[in-house]
Structures are given as C-alpha cells and as structure tokens.
C-alpha cells in the first residue's frame, strides 16, 4: 500500500490532490486522492483503505522477471487545487 502524508492538518491536506503509479509490461496503475493528514496513523490509513492498494499477483506482474521478488518504481506528484 502507498499514500501520502501531508505535513498538516486534514483542512489544509484538503486543498490539495496527489497521484500515484505503478506499472510495468506495458502496463500501469493510477490512484489519485487527497493527502493524509500527518497526524493520521498509518494504520488509520490502511484501515480505511485510501491509498494504493496492490495485490501481490500484480505486483509481482509488474516486477516483471521471473515474478520471484517485487521490484516496483512508485511515481508521484502533488497539485494544490483552486
């Protein structure tokens, strides 16, 4: 699972969208949402589910080789919206 904290709080975190991808064979897959108050725990976060989320059998697709270990290149990029 991948997310973002937000060095704030939840009113501040609201003003702005981040995105996140993952892929890999030809593939990718995007999550895009808010950020996470810093003060929320991680497994607040993981709980409710908000973030990332990839299951082993496509991470281990997008590792490519011999689907043996993960290897996986998260990117990222934050926006303040208007």
Do not use: C
């Not at 990332?52 to 997008?62: G, V």
């Not at 996986?72 to 208007?82: F, Q, S, T």
């Amino acid at each position: 699972m991948a997310f973002l904290r937000f060095m704030g709080d939840d009113d501040e975190a609201k003003q702005f969208t981040y995105s996140l991808e993952v892929g890999g064979g030809g593939r990718k897959l995007t999550w895009q949402g808010i950020p996470r108050s810093i003060r929320d725990s991680h497994r607040k976060v993981r709980d409710s589910q908000d973030g990332l989320i990839i299951q082993r059998n496509l991470a281990l697709f997008f590792s490519g080789g011999n689907r043996q270990e993960l290897k996986l290149k998260v990117a990222g990029r934050i926006w303040k919206e208007h």
